[in-house]
Nanobody
Framework: QVQLVESGGGLVQPGGSLRLSCTASEIIISTWPMRWYRQVPGKEREFVAHIGIDGQAIYSDSVRGRFTISRDNAKSTVYLNMNNLNPEDTAVYYC???????WGQGTQVTVSS
């Protein structure tokens, strides 16, 4: 069974950077559009970024210009580079196969001084 595994979360100070990774087991994801979402307790899951199979990216207004989504198909991995983080970015971040109910377990990102 295919699994998505996120990593790279942690505690970072405001203005800092993190890189999240999402690796798929058992399969090469070169034909999958992929997305990152995030969720804060008590709120709905929020779209963050999308990357197509051609590498074209789409971002939410709240992260555009600060976050970059990319992919390495040979490694079956999708990345989310996050710069200039602020406390409002604190959430559990999930990767997702676009338009499918396939999710990772999430990785916690906490932005705090």
């Amino acid at each position: 069974q295919v699994q998505l595994v996120e990593s790279g979360g942690g505690l970072v100070q405001p203005g800092g950077s993190l890189r999240l990774s999402c690796t798929a087991s058992e399969i090469i994801i070169s034909t999958w559009p992929m997305r990152w979402y995030r969720q804060v307790p008590g709120k709905e899951r929020e779209f963050v970024a999308h990357i197509g199979i051609d590498g074209q990216a789409i971002y939410s207004d709240s992260v555009r210009g600060r976050f970059t989504i990319s992919r390495d198909n040979a490694k079956s991995t999708v990345y989310l580079n996050m710069n200039n983080l602020n406390p409002e970015d604190t959430a559990v971040y999930y990767c997702n196969r676009a338009r499918y109910d396939l999710w990772g377990q999430g990785t916690q990102v906490t932005v705090s001084s």
